[in-house]
T-cell receptor
Framework: GENVEQHPSTLSVQEGDSAVIKCTYS??????FPWYKQELGKGPQLIID?????GEKKDQRIAVTLNKTAKHFSLHITETQPEDSAVYFC????????????FGKGTRLSVIA | KAGVTQTPRYLIKTRGQQVTLSCSPI?????VSWYQQTPGQGLQFLFE???????NKGNFPGRFSGRQFSNSRSEMNVSTLELGDSALYLC????????????FGQGTRLTVV
């Protein structure tokens, strides 16, 4: 079955710097890769996703890159702000078709003002 | 457009009791997935319901069960509660189509004492 590894588990950056979180997956049939942000006391919020027919997707300060050959994808946050502080999760479906998402263990990002 | 609504937000139960959690998906969404979130295990998939049928199931014991109603609202039930069932239970709403966005509710925080 699908296995999703996420690194690092914690990340501290200075306000204005960039943050990068990386994930690897095991099932080559996976073709949809969402990223979620979870703030304290809230449910995970979808912030960006990418499908396997593209290599990169951007939305303002957030971007995701995908390398299907190496089976890894990354979240890039530029010009970080204190409100970016949260736990970020990557996910991949357990294979092709209508299969459940398998989540990484999460990265706790702290943006220091 | 209303988001995903989970009730109740907090629950305290005693070992051996049973509990029922409710999830109302986004209007028009036919798929509801349930996840258990704990600090040690992260987000783990419980089951998914689509059009009142269980479509996928995770590796949880039979004490965990669910159902979905004709209006797509879903409930999950945990019987014979154990201390280890203490967790944040999240539901995710989705149209049910392959590789489409899943939106989470705020979760129900269950504490078993």
């Amino acid at each position: 079955g699908e296995n999703v590894e996420q690194h690092p588990s914690t990340l501290s950056v200075q306000e204005g710097d960039s943050a990068v979180i990386k994930c690897t997956y095991s099932d080559s049939a996976s073709n949809y890769f969402p990223w979620y942000k979870q703030e304290l006391g809230k449910g995970p919020q979808l912030i960006i996703d990418i499908r396997s027919n593209v290599g990169e997707k951007k939305d303002q300060r957030i971007a995701v890159t995908l390398n299907k050959t190496a089976k890894h994808f990354s979240l890039h946050i530029t010009e970080t702000q204190p409100e970016d502080s949260a736990v970020y999760f990557c996910a991949a479906p357990k294979g092709a078709g209508n299969t459940p998402l398998v989540f990484g263990k999460g990265t706790r990002l702290s943006v220091i003002a | 457009k209303a988001g995903v609504t989970q009730t109740p937000r907090y629950l305290i139960k005693t070992r051996g009791q049973q509990v029922t959690l409710s999830c109302s998906p986004i209007s028009g969404h036919r798929s509801v997935s349930w996840y258990q979130q704990t600090p040690g295990q992260g987000l783990q998939f419980l089951f998914e319901y689509f059009s009142e049928t269980q479509r996928n199931k995770g590796n949880f014991p039979g004490r965990f069960s669910g159902r979905q109603f004709s209006n797509s609202r879903s409930e999950m039930n945990v019987s014979t509660l154990e201390l280890g069932d203490s967790a944040l239970y999240l539901c995710a709403s989705n149209t049910g189509t392959v590789n489409t966005e899943a939106f989470f509710g705020q979760g129900t925080r269950l504490t078993v004492v």
